[in-house]
């Protein structure tokens, strides 16, 4: 079946699913400058004006806007899709947000210096990730992932189940700047250590 996806449904469970992969609403023009600057990161453009449109913030042109099909496709490939029919079969329906984000949370400013994220996903890939302060976290370990040990990432917050999204992945000194999704298939599954319990 053939989901259009200038939907008003359609569309409202594609931003919740946004919002939940940032970890935070969008709801302020910085927000659509920041929404914007994230896609800018995986290589699309949108300007936060047709941003806004899409979440009905201007109210004037919100109700008949319909958005293009590339608009959609960038929102879809933050969420670690490669295509809008790669993002609706997922899960066999569009309700992506509503079966996959389950699971305790914890924000990446919950965890003190030094403590441990031992993360896990499906095929066979573990990550091991310190926290050095001011929400960032040096790769210690990892396993069949693109992550490489000694990689700086950020990551808004952690759920279990559901996949994990890096806002950014700073590797050689800051030469090298990307995003990354673990676990976008089947989520992923982490554990918080102290140094301690971390040791092998």
């Known amino acids: ?3 259009d996806y200038q939907n008003k449904e359609f569309i409202a469970k594609l931003t919740e699913a946004v919002e939940r992969r940032l970890g935070r609403k969008i709801v302020s023009p910085r927000d ?18 047709t941003l806004k449109r899409i979440w009905g913030y201007n109210r004037d042109t919100s109700s008949a806007y319909r958005p293009y099909q590339y608009t959609i496709t960038a929102l879809i490939r933050l969420l670690g899709f490669r295509s809008i029919d790669d993002y609706i079969n997922s899960d066999g329906d569009d309700s992506m947000q509503s079966s996959s ?4 949370i914890v924000t990446a400013d919950e965890l003190a210096p030094d403590m441990i994220v031992d993360l896990s996903w499906e095929p066979a890939r573990r990550c091991r990730l310190k926290c050095i302060g001011a929400g960032k976290f040096e790769v210690i370990l990892s396993e069949r992932g693109k992550l490489k040990p000694g990689d700086i990432v950020r990551f808004m917050s952690l759920t279990q189940n559901a996949p994990l999204y890096f806002n950014e992945v700073i590797r050689n000194g800051g030469k090298e700047r990307f995003v990354y999704t673990a676990g976008q298939r089947t989520g992923i599954r982490y554990s918080i250590l102290d140094s301690s319990e971390a040791a092998d």
């Open 101 to 104: 984000f389950i699971g305790a």
């Open 1 to 3: 079946m053939k989901i």
């Open 32 to 49: 659509f400058d920041f929404l914007s600057a994230e896609l800018a990161d995986i290589g699309s453009s949108v300007s936060a004006t």
